[in-house]
């Protein structure tokens, strides 16, 4: 690294802004870490060895979402608003402790200095500590194998679905899809919302591959506009007013709880109170207190009413942090702390009304038992964990391992041409993917940011041999034959679908693999043909998808597929630096460039001003980068150094204005939050009565008026989960003193690797950055997709 340190004219100390209460804002727990390296690019700052280890670090902090991630944070922020553009995820962080790790209470969050407490900031203290000391989810009654379990659960769904047949409708389809891809997207997001999904989307056993929609979706207009979510009836929303106010709630929930519930919100809220937790900005608390107003003494903390509606929370609030499932233990002492007085008939009561899902996921091979144990001598015992989810991500996650086992056990005959394509592939690792691609239907490639160029190639190759092919990412750009994720699906992007509502293409390949979600992954694996290739491409150190579950970590760990790992280093300073940190290693790099420099600081305001200072300044004089392509990363939006404060300070140096349109002034750079985990830069270029008109990748969209306070915000400074997928020619991360506590490796690892020239990282958190590179890996999320991959891959070896 540079060790200059030369004498610069002190600068006017430009004031942090502070971050105000009313700020929409959403703090993603993924995000919840920082960095470090040394001397600025015009030498100013001292040098300083990055690779002491501490000898204690701060505690674990938890998330995304969504994206999210489920998720970034620096200091304990202001409560955010429901459904915020702070992060591209999905609303309130819950109060989840930690990014989701197996074993860990869904309940209530640690006392945390920087933990996100949401709208009952401080009141939540009856929520829950970490339980990570929880206890080993008990036997249960031995199975013979996998397989069984498996058809029993999915017998048992099958009885649930049609008792509740008679009882619900069904929720509309998802947006942009039809058919049963629509439903398990409206499913998911109907149990994420808190409603109960309706059955029919479980009349047929999940095992089944679901087809696609059988017409394509009509392509997004040129200029597309943003519009509201549909708003419910003038009647409903009077109707649940008045079962508020007798209930002393606000009447400003009417709305969203209309809007929740359906048209009959008013009769579910008077017949069960505490369905007001379907609401993000309820907690469980505000919830009884309702509750015993509306019931009287009926209330009480066993009602079956409340411990079922509470059971439903305590998963999706744990789906947020990126489990799709919880260890029945661990479900059972978050009942326990929210004051449940039977947690476990608590949760058999909510298994028997169909709303959450029972699954015996085997815990290795099965061993015999002891000796002394009453039964046959031979008997044979399977080891168990019994895991506990919601409809909507089993579904998914069952959907799909089907799909992915459906791909991953096509046959295809390797030709001469596949071949001479390898042996002109531009490197050994490109050339072993080729080759694998060529006989297998699945394969998951890994790699750094240099790795990236493997795929690319293995498409031009499948190209020049006649085959459709599809390279999506994560985020916009990377070239004209490139497509996100999100635009393919939607059929705004890529090859469309064919007349049975498959994607038209024979070979799909997908960069940044740790970006998808259950939910995603199930739709975009559902819609590969038959006889179609998917490659799973990406880096498994970057911080994980905003959305529930661990998709690529769990194909990876599953082993069912081939598996290549890129031999290609990434160059240079910023690669040896980034590929230490992947590896748990903060090394000192030598930068004779200045490629990797430390700004050392002292608070919070001189963090802002050296920042400003360097995107404005330094890096330009430096570089020749223009400020534009300088991205500043920092762990968390609140705080004297968080985004909010960064930016209302470049905004005043880059682009000042009076911010006439919502707070925006054109050629403002933004963060455009079309849904959930997708943050997209883009620069403001006008307003009017449709709305904010905004520039990105040379092509104009309008946010309605309404939606641009919760769907934008500005951009020069980001969180790192919302730097995923995306490198900039330079790059600035800010750690400030108060972000010790949050930083991980995965968080330094995304952040640190999102610069291609240059990375300076301003530095005010000592020891806590080798220590959490060293120390603080990311937690794990608890998952089925790994146990469902395997046994599905064990039934099809087995013989008939």
């Not at 995304?64 to 944070?73: K, Y």
């Not at 691609?437 to 493997?454: K, W």
């Not at 979600?517 to 590969?528: C, F, G, I, K, R």
Request: aromatic letters at 2%; a negative charge.
């Amino acid at each position: 690294m540079s060790t200059d340190r030369q004498a610069e004219p002190a600068a006017a100390e430009e004031p942090a802004a502070e971050a105000s209460p009313a700020d929409a804002d959403q703090n993603r727990p993924d995000e919840a870490r920082a960095a470090a390296p040394e001397a600025g690019p015009d030498g100013s700052g001292t040098a300083e060895p990055a690779g002491a280890q501490a000898d204690s670090g701060g505690p674990e902090i938890g998330p995304a979402a969504p994206h999210d991630e489920a998720v970034d944070r620096g200091r304990r922020p202001e409560p955010p608003a429901p459904g915020s553009a702070e992060d591209g995820g999905p609303g309130a962080e819950p109060p989840v402790s930690g990014r989701g790790g197996e074993g860990e209470s869904p309940a209530g969050p640690a006392p945390e200095a920087d933990g996100d407490t949401g709208p009952e900031a401080g009141s939540e203290a009856d929520t829950a500590q970490s339980a990570e000391s929880a206890a080993e989810a008990p036997a249960t009654p031995a199975l013979s194998e996998a397989q069984a379990e498996l058809a029993a659960q999915r017998i048992e769904r099958e009885r649930i679905a049609r008792r509740k047949a008679e009882r619900e409708a069904p929720v509309e389809a998802g947006a942009k899809l039809s058919g049963k891809a629509a439903d398990l997207l409206a499913a998911v997001r109907a149990v994420e919302g808190g409603a109960k999904p309706s059955s029919v989307y479980f009349d047929d056993a999940p095992a089944a591959p679901r087809k696609a929609p059988v017409a394509p979706p009509a392509p997004r207009p040129a200029t597309p506009a943003t519009a509201a979510a549909p708003t419910p009836s003038a009647d409903a929303v009077e109707g649940v007013r008045v079962v508020l106010a007798r209930g002393g709630a606000p009447e400003a929930l009417a709305g969203p709880a209309a809007a929740a519930l359906g048209e009959d919100a008013a009769g579910l809220l008077a017949e069960n109170p505490w369905r007001l937790l379907s609401l993000p900005a309820v907690r469980p608390t505000q919830a009884d207190g309702f509750a015993r107003a509306v019931l009287g003494a009926e209330a009480g903390p066993g009602d079956e009413r409340r411990t079922t509606v509470l059971v439903g929370w305590l998963l999706a609030q744990a789906g947020l942090k990126g489990h799709t499932a919880l260890e029945a233990p661990v479900l059972e002492k978050a009942l326990a702390q929210y004051g449940v007085p039977d947690p476990a008939e608590a949760l058999e009561v909510a298994i028997a009304e169909g709303s959450v899902l029972v699954f015996h996921e085997p815990l290795g091979p099965p061993v015999a038992a002891d000796a002394g144990d009453a039964g046959d001598a031979g008997e044979v015992e399977q080891p168990v964990r019994v895991l506990v989810g919601l409809e909507g991500a089993a579904m998914a996650e069952e959907s799909l391992a089907d799909g992915l086992a459906r791909l991953a056990a096509g046959t295809f005959d390797t030709s001469e041409d596949w071949e001479r394509a390898a042996g002109s592939a531009p490197s050994p690792s490109a050339a072993e993917l080729i080759r694998a691609v060529a006989g297998h239907g699945l394969v998951t490639h890994t790699g750094g940011e240099a790795a990236r160029a493997e795929p690319v190639a293995l498409a031009a190759a499948a190209r020049e041999l006649g085959l459709r092919v599809c390279l999506a990412a994560h985020a916009p750009g990377g070239g004209p034959d490139r497509v996100t994720v999100a635009g393919l699906l939607s059929g705004a992007e890529g090859p469309g679908r064919d007349t049975d509502g498959q994607f038209a293409l024979d070979l799909l390949v997908v960069l940044d693999a740790p970006q998808l979600d259950v939910e995603t992954a199930a739709a975009l694996v559902e819609s590969v043909p038959d006889g179609a290739r998917l490659v799973l491409s990406g880096d498994p150190g970057v911080l994980g998808s905003a959305g529930a579950g661990r998709v690529f970590a769990d194909v990876l760990a599953a082993r069912t597929c081939p598996q290549l790992v890129s031999r290609t280093p990434d160059p240079g300073p910023l690669g040896e630096l980034v590929s230490g940190v992947g590896i748990g290693e903060l090394n000192q790099v030598d930068a004779p460039g200045k490629e990797v420099v430390i700004v050392p600081v002292k608070d919070a305001g001189e963090a802002v001003h050296r920042a400003v200072q360097l995107v404005a300044e330094s890096v330009p004089r430096a570089f020749g980068i223009p400020a534009d392509s300088v991205q500043v990363i920092t762990p968390g939006h609140g705080g004297s150094a968080g985004t909010r404060a960064l930016n209302a300070a470049l905004k005043e140096r880059l682009n000042p204005g009076p911010g006439r349109f919502g707070g925006f002034d054109p050629g403002d750079r933004v963060v455009h939050v079309p849904s959930a985990g997708r943050a997209l830069p883009a620069r403001v270029v006008s307003a009017d009565a449709e709305g904010l008109h905004l520039e990105r990748a040379g092509a104009r969209i309008i946010v309605a008026k309404e939606l641009v306070e919760s769907q934008v915000r500005h951009g020069w400074a980001v969180t790192a989960h919302q730097a995923v997928g995306t490198r900039w020619p330079a790059v600035v991360v800010v750690l400030p003193g108060d972000a010790a506590q949050v930083l991980s490796r995965d968080w330094v690892y995304t952040a640190f690797g999102r610069g291609e020239r240059h990375l300076s990282v301003v530095h005010g958190v000592d020891q806590a950055l080798p220590h959490a590179v060293a120390e603080v890996p990311a937690k794990p999320r608890t998952t089925r997709l790994t146990g469902l991959l395997t046994a599905l891959a064990t039934a099809g070896a087995q013989p008939g």
